[in-house]
């Protein structure tokens, strides 16, 4: 959830740390808000590594 939020507020570096915990575990809340819960998260994932 906070991995979500942090990506969506363009904290990369917040996000990437919520995004390395959780690892490659994907819930359908909150993504699936946003879409596909595994396409949103996989994008959402990208950038924050990319831009951390």
Known sequence: MFACAFALAGDHVAAKERFEAFGD????????????????????????????
Request: hydrophobic letters at 45%.
């Open 25 to 52: 575990l994907v819930t359908a809340i909150p993504w699936r808000y946003l879409g596909d819960p595994g396409a949103i998260c996989g994008r959402l994932r990208r950038d924050a590594f990319a831009y951390a």
